[in-house]
């Protein structure tokens, strides 16, 4: 219903650091568990990182200790710090409600490309 705004992408070398925003409503941001997802050319899209309303996270096996969600409810806005970066986690990254999400009923808007190559 409500569009959410990814930016912050871009090329970089391997191992470098690229921190992304997701920009949505005052609403989405703090009462509901917001992700970031990727889909890479031929591959499904994946969930990788989670923040819940309480502030916990969650984090997929292919990014922990390299990548932190993290939220910022006064100015509405989910963050996606990567660092570490390697070429397989070039991709089209996207944020949106997990609720949603889950339920097979988000809109996808254009996400934002993160390209790692040296």
């Known amino acids: 219903q409500v569009p959410l705004v990814e930016s912050g992408g871009g090329l970089v070398q391997p191992g470098g650091s690229l921190r992304l925003s997701c920009a949505a409503s005052r609403i989405v941001v703090s009462l509901n568990a917001m992700g970031w997802y990727r889909q890479a050319p031929g591959k499904q899209r994946e969930l990788v990182a989670t923040?819940?309303?309480?502030?916990?996270?969650n984090y997929a096996d292919s990014v922990k200790g390299r990548f932190t969600i993290s939220r910022d409810n006064a100015k509405n806005t989910v963050y996606l710090q990567m660092n570490s970066l390697k070429p397989e986690d070039t991709a089209v990254y996207y944020c949106?409600?997990?609720?949603?999400?889950?339920?097979?009923?988000?809109?996808w808007g254009q996400g934002t490309q993160v390209t790692v190559s040296s």
């Open positions: 949106n409600s997990k609720y949603s999400s889950d339920r097979g009923t988000a809109s």
């Open positions: 923040i819940y309303s309480a502030g916990n996270t």
